[in-house]
Each structure stands twice: as C-alpha cells, then as structure tokens.
C-alpha cells in the first residue's frame, strides 16, 4: 500500500537525506564526548560542535557564545521563560505574552503565575495579529519579558518581530520569540529586530528531532538566566548534560540548507499554496483562517462548515496525512485555542484543517489532496443532510 501524502510539516519534517549524511560519522567513528579535551576523540567532537554553533549563530545573526543547546524548542521557551523569571524576579514580576502562543509557552506562564507572577495574554485581531499599540499599553515598570512567537505552528502567522523588539527595546524589557516554525524559513537577525533570547529547533527544518537552541543575547543588554537543568555545568551552566554531537551536527546542516535553499523554497511553496488555496476556495463555507499574505510560504490553514473536523481527517487519512491543529495537542478534545482566540466558534474550530506543504511536496501531490479534500466534504455534508443543496464544482 502507498503511504499518505505528508502535508504536516508545521508538526515535523522528514529528515533531508543530506542532514542524515552529515550525522551519520558521529554516531560511529567520531562517537567522542565533546567535553573530552584531553585526547583526539573529544576533540574532533568539540570541533564539530564548535562548527555547528557557528552556522547556527550566523544564520540568526548572533555570536557562537550566545547559542545554548537544548533538547528542542519545548526547553528552551521553558529555559528563556522561567530562566528569566527567576533571575529577574527582584525587578518585576509581570511578563507578557499572546493568547495563540504556543503551548510550551502558555505552560510555563501559567505555570508562573502559581508562583506570584502576573501575565497578560494578548488578544489577537480575526487575522492573527496582535495590535502593537496593545502591546505597548500593557508594559508596565515592573514588566521583565515580552514572549512573541515569529510564525504561528497552527495558522502560519507572521508577527510583526522588528516593531515589537523596537517597543521592547525603548521600554527596557527583555523580548523572547519562539522562533521554532521560522528558523531557515523567514529571515531572522537578532540586532535588527532587538530579540534578546530566540527559542529553535531542528526538526521543523528537516533536520533530527530532540535538539535545539536557545539564543541568550550577551552584550546590550547582557541576559542573565537562571539554569533550569544542573549538572556538569555544560553550555556554561546554562544546561548542564553531554551534548548530543550527532544531533548537533544534524541542526546545523538542516540550517545550512534552509538557509541556502530559503529564497527558491519560499516561493515554490507559496506557489503550492496557492494551487492549493484555489481548489479548496471553490467550495461553499470554507474560510482561510490567518492573515491571507503575513503568513509562512507553506502554511494553509482552514475551517469548513457544516463538517464534522474528526469525521473530515478520518476521511481524509488514507490519501493525506495532515491535522486539525498543534501535534502537542491532538489528545485534547478541546478546540484549537489560536482559532478560538481568533473568534471562531468551537464547532467551526473542530472543523478546521492544518495543511503543512513541505520541501518534498509537489504539485501533483497537491492536486491529488485538493480534488480530494472537496469530495470527502462534500461526502459528509451531504450524508448530515440530503435536502440540503450544496455547491461541489
């Protein structure tokens, strides 16, 4: 039997053949611990690491001192987060963030809040987009972190990073981005757009999952962070554990080609999008959720009335493989939280698609999904009602 067509890419990406080449000498012959510096195996692993924190710094427009390796995105929000709520505690204990963050976000908001912290969560206009007017309101004196993620992992949105880390920048309060669904995609500087710390990870650009990075800025201001994990000390005491080379090493070249194949990508994915975008529209009652143009090449996402959003995947699955929001979420039998903060009701928020079009995607396969995709609403409306007329060219 063939495989589905993959269409969510906003969840994970297949490892590129060329990410995995580049892995595969240091789970092998180059297997050294990189904090091994007296001998030749720890050396060639400390180089390597020492190259892939360079590429991963260039591609954000930062210095290699200032990448911290983590597991992934989820510890490094939790790292910036929490890092920077405990170190600056004595100044203030207000942080802001938006209502369609992520959820490795909001927790350890929430989780804060336990603690005495206040957080204001930022509404978000019907297209996604906080109001930077808004934004500026709600900093007070003792506001310490403005949390903002760069492109939302359910709707694509792009928000507006230069202009809030401006508003962050005069007010003297630090500006954190989830920059997990941006990195390779969007282009990222971090002294352009005044980001003080900037949470990435690999597997959304084709490289291996478990790995990621924190951006600490170390001059201007000068970060501190409170270490979340202890131990050996490793990445100077800001997460202590062995670094994991391979993974490492996979990071840095996932960076290297996005960043290399960025400009071409983006526009062959917007292309796909919008083949995609012009079957799927001539549906009745279907509505593009997000800004129509702010948004990541590759993203569409939708909510079709009258259909069933569980009964819409079931049948849908064997041809594509996609969802209706975050992967982090798919056991909640709640609503999407970023369609409901974007004013959708819970029955148009369950039936919503998140499309994710890929590096490996091609035109074909998108006009298998979309022809699909019309029948199989079609399908279900018309079994949930046969008297109704509804239109399916």
């Known amino acids: ?21 580049a892995m595969l000498p ?24 020492k190259t892939a924190r360079q590429t991963i710094a260039d591609a954000i427009n930062a210095t290699p001192e200032e990448i911290v390796f983590t597991s992934g995105a989820t510890e490094a929000n939790n790292l910036a987060i929490k890092g920077v709520a405990e170190a600056y505690f004595s100044q203030g204990k207000h942080i802001i963030t938006v209502q369609t963050e992520h959820r490795a976000v909001l927790d350890p908001c929430k989780y804060l809040q336990t603690l005495g912290f206040e957080i204001t969560y930022l509404p978000v206009s019907h297209e996604g987009l906080i109001d930077l007017a808004q934004l500026e309101q709600a900093i007070r004196p003792d506001t310490i972190l403005v949390s903002v993620m760069a492109a939302n992992n359910e709707i694509g949105v792009l928000q507006p990073l230069t202009e809030i880390g401006a508003i962050c920048r005069k007010h003297k309060v630090l500006f954190h981005t989830d920059a997990a669904q941006a990195i390779a995609k969007i282009p990222l500087d971090v002294k352009t757009m005044n980001i003080d ?31 979340q994990i202890h131990g050996g000390g490793q990445e100077k005491g800001f997460r202590s554990g062995t670094l994991y080379t391979p993974q490492i090493v996979g990071f840095a070249k996932a960076v ?60 849908l699955q064997p041809i594509v493989a996609l969802s209706s929001g975050s992967a982090c979420s798919t056991t909640s039998t709640a609503p999407s939280h970023v369609l409901t903060a974007l004013g959708h009701s819970r029955e148009l928020a ?36 046969q008297n109704n007329q509804i239109t399916c060219s």
């Open 1 to 21: 039997m063939s495989r589905p067509i993959y269409l969510d890419c906003h969840a994970t990406t297949p490892m590129d053949p060329r990410v995995l080449e």
């Open 26 to 49: 240091y789970f092998t012959e180059r297997f050294g611990n990189p904090s091994s510096i007296t001998h030749a195996y720890g050396w060639e692993a400390e180089a390597a690491v």
């Open 197 to 227: 710390l900037m949470s990435l990870t690999a597997h959304k650009v084709y490289g291996p999952k478990g790995i990621g990075a924190l951006y600490v800025r170390r001059r201007n201001p000068r970060v501190r962070l409170a270490a």
């Open 256 to 315: 290297e080609l996005g960043l290399g194949e960025m400009e071409s990508e983006s526009v062959r994915q917007l292309k796909l999008r919008e083949q995609l975008w012009n079957i799927l529209s001539k549906i009745e009652d279907i509505r593009l959720n997000g800004h129509r143009t702010k948004r990541l090449p590759g993203n569409l996402n939708v909510s079709v009335e009258r259909v069933d959003g569980s009964a819409l995947l079931l049948g």
């Open 350 to 385: 369950y039936g919503s698609l998140r499309l994710g079009i890929g590096r490996f995607n091609t035109a074909a396969e998108i006009e298998k999904v979309g022809k699909e995709a019309i029948a199989t609403i079609c399908a279900l409306r018309q079994a949930n009602s």
